[in-house]
RNA sequence: GCCGCUUUAGCUCAGCAGGUAGAGCACCACCGUGGUAAGGUGGGGGUCAGCAGUUCGAAUCUGCUAAACGGCACCA
């Protein structure tokens, strides 16, 4: 007999040999209905297990959120399965559960797979489900796989990179597979899940690496969940700012004139300088010292600075202009900053020296790459290099995100992670080679923000060529993360430049650069508040205001136009729609474009020197006299349309 | 860049079997229009992404190129 001890510190007793599913279907069979997998004395182990001597029992139902990787992992076995029954000279390669769902890599001898062949493959799937109760579950060492996947060479390859000391390993039949985590060996619930569709997919993630072909698909334990989620899909949709971008006329991308270069509309253009004037003002406000600086330069300054050398793979191809001379379209504004630094001699007293610029820059980003104001081949970067001494790192550091966390917080932006990014101690030659100061500012930055007690996490591989980075990392409305906001530490291009300062000792010391971009690219930024307002702009970003419709065009066209004016001159962005269309028509357009404030005026109004205002997304209509309006939407304005 | 898929009017999309193109919205004209989400009638508009091929004949079949989209890789 073993003993079984419960969560509720309950102790039962069962036959040596029992499995987990027997002891769940003792206790309650909706429990064991539920059951996706256990722990027993602090294991994972999947429901087939039988116990052989007593422990301690934790029974994982489906109503836990991370059941569902279970599900989905087990979803990936059964698909690798039917890939297999679908061409038997299919090798498989990586797989398992991801955020969203499952996957499964192959490479097939014969051809790829296509689209069209996802509901064969799903039915594969649904018939290896329908067979039951075949599925074992156990739990062996790395070693031991190895073994018995010895025969693909990729499964080998796979297992080796696995940070963990186990997998388990899934049998059914002569089919045999591994996984991170327990499958659950009482499929037959398992009805909710849909493949989505087929992609490429480099083998451990590296593009040297052959490209196997990965059906993804996502799993659920309800239909009503499975639902959600397609819904949730479309919902993604009508927040993608691409999508947006041309329903409010915000800004276009012709694959004619040139992809990944952003043509800016009227109505985009407006958004994007109410940001640049933004955050000028608050840059200048802290100690920035604005500057223009040409997107062309000398390709020597690129091979000074290291980007030739580094970077070259996303550079325009230097222009030769026939006489030696070589131009480059930059990639980053820090050589132009640096200059601006070289071109006086600097004290300490200058220190720290900010230098900023809306810094237009190009890259040339992987066809692949490019999505909307997203990725894009020329941006406009809300760069600022600070020049500071050694002890003024931190303070530097800590004025930066104060800056920043005041920016989100007048832009609503709530909803970001800090990474800190770190160089690939494996892939050195991606940067620039010195360990002792990567180790330095490593740790420098750490420290900094383990002081400053903010939550983040570490990410190696993520730095810039020439050091480590804060980043600040958002989502996009189709769920891809971006990098937003980053704060860089650079103690090489200093070096590479020879700056100097004269310190207090009358010496010349080095300066450390600190790169910093709160809102990050104009493009990326601008995308992202589409996204989040869903293109409603809080009335001090929208590019119209105001909409004023009248009743009837004849008879109130003088007032609308009246009060058109006096809303200019509160310097509001205000149209008047006088065209040849009904005033439903109008409104209808007024609330299809979110415009903040739709005035409508008629004799009423007309009479009492009123107007009566909607609100965006609301039906209720306010009437008050233009003067109130006036003070109305100005503190509106004023405090960046925020409740608080 | 790689894999899959797509590309028909300004936009959203029909055109499923090769026989020289359609709808709704938008645009233009005329008529109409008084209180909070689409008034009516008529009209203009397309080398069916580009190039080549198969065919008597190609939006439709084949190949190549480009771009968009979903991933992978890369990244602000």
Redesign the pocket.
Known sequence: MVKITLPNSEIKEYQDGVTILEIAKNISPSLAKKAVFATANDIDSPLNKSITQDCNLILHTSDEPKSLDNLRATLSFFLGKAIKKFDQTAVLGDHGF?D?GF?YDSDIAT??????QLPEITKLVINELNQNNKLVCVRSSIDEAITIFKENSYQVELLKSLKTDYVYINTFEDYKDFSLIPLLTNYQNIKYFKL???????FL???SNK?F??I?GTAFFSKKELEEDEKKREIA?SH?H??LG??LDLFF?N??IG??LPYWLPKGATIRRIVERYIIDKEVDAGYQHVYTPVLANLNLYKTSGHWAHYR??MFPPMDMGDGELLELRPMNCPSHIAIYKYKPRSYRDLPLRIAELGMMH?Y?????????????E?T?NDGHTFVALEQIQDEFKKVLKLMMEVYRDFDIKDYKFRL?YRDKANTE?YFDDDQMWERSQSMLKGAMDELGLEYYEAE??A??YGP?L??QTKTA?????????IQLDFMQPERFKLTYVGADGNDHRPIMIHR?II??L???VSYLIEIYMGAFPTWLAPIQVDI?P??????QDYVKKIEADLKKEGLRVQADL???????K???S??QKIPY?????????LSGNV???R??Q?K?E?LNESSFIELIKSDIANFSRED
């Open positions: 991801n969203g996957f051809g790829q797979i296509s689209a069209d989505l569709f087929v992609a490429g997919a480099y993630g590296k593009s490209m072909q990965r993804s949709r993608d691409r999508v041309q329903q991308v694959p004619e992809a990944g793979e996303d890259r980003e992987k066809s692949g790459a490019l999505s909307g104001l997203q990725r894009v081949r941006m970067l990014s991606k591989g993520e810039a060529f980075k980043d600040v189709m769920g891809n993360e971006e990098t937003m906001s980053t971009g990050g690219t493009e990326r930024f419709i009743v009837n065009n004849d008879l109130h065209r040849n269309e009904k005033m439903n028509y409104i209808r357009e609330q299809t739709t005035i409508i005026v008629g004799d009423q109004e007309k009566t205002i909607r965006y997304g039906e209509q009437t």
